[in-house]
């Protein structure tokens, strides 16, 4: 299944104006989070959240160290699964809002990453005795001295998607502007 050749018919009797608005909304959430850090809640923060803990009750049937990580690995999968449902319908726009979701929950990851020696962030829980995730796995994995790197690696992924996904979604807006209208 190629991309190129369906997008003219996909932009045809799509409305940008809309579109645009929510791209640069997102877009400029996405950004904050990228320059504030942990002060700058997004608008996918919330739903990233509930998905990471449920990660935890996902991943449990695996051991301690799956169901530790299961969390950020469902925070990763969620985002991933929407957007392969939503490229089978071929909703390129809607891909690019995932990739914005995605970019932020990948953010949140790297603030947790770096966090993992400093114990600076205020931790939410399910659980009694909710743990600091990636402490404990870089820890078990003997890396925790590298959390910092590790995290910038995050960070740079995710930088890399929110970019992408600006300029892909500027692009299909463009091409809805550009292909006539039917009717």
Do not use: K
């Not at 449902?85 to 953010?107: E, K, M, N, P, Q």
Request: with cysteine; aromatic share 14%; glycine share 14%.
């Amino acid at each position: 299944m190629t991309l190129e050749p369906s997008i003219p018919d996909y932009a045809r009797g799509r409305w940008w104006l809309w579109r645009l608005p929510l791209l640069l909304l997102l877009a400029g959430d996405v950004l904050g989070q990228y320059r504030g850090g942990v002060e700058e809640p997004t608008l996918f923060s919330g739903i990233t959240f509930g998905v990471h803990e449920f990660g935890h009750l996902f991943f449990a049937f695996g051991g301690e160290t799956l169901t530790v990580l299961g969390g950020s690995l469902m925070q990763l999968l969620i985002p991933l699964g929407a957007g392969a449902l939503l490229y089978h319908h071929r909703d390129y726009f809607g891909i690019t809002v995932v990739g914005l979701w995605l970019a932020s929950s990948l953010f949140d990851m790297a603030i947790y990453i770096a966090d993992a020696r400093s114990f600076d962030l205020d931790l939410l829980s399910f659980g009694e005795e909710g743990g600091h995730d990636w402490a404990w796995l870089l820890q078990h994995w003997g890396v925790v001295q590298h959390n910092l790197g590790i995290a910038s690696a995050v960070r740079g992924v995710g930088l890399l998607l929110l970019g992408a996904s600006v300029l892909s979604g500027l692009w299909l807006c463009y091409q809805m502007w550009a292909v006539p209208r039917d009717g």
